[in-house]
């Protein structure tokens, strides 16, 4: 996602509120670049998620996770 008008904490928020109510726990990984990306990341990181700024980390923690 990137946050150039929806700060990144409030994405982070949505995601970790929409993730309790469907009590499943599928393995994801965010990218969230932006305005309060650092904030966007600790909540996430906080509620259990990988989140990431780079692509590249991003998509290397994704194919870790296709391989398990």
């Not at 993730?19 to 990306?37: A, H, Q, S």
């Not at 989140?51 to 870790?64: N, P």
């Amino acid at each position: 996602i990137f946050g150039g008008i929806t700060r990144c904490d409030d994405v982070a928020r949505g995601i970790v509120t929409a993730m309790d109510r469907i009590k499943i726990e599928p393995p994801i990984v965010i990218r969230l670049t932006g305005t309060n990306e650092e904030e966007a990341l600790r909540i996430l990181s906080e509620a259990g998620f990988s989140a990431y700024t780079s692509m590249d980390s991003v998509v290397e923690k994704a194919v870790e996770l296709a391989g398990r």
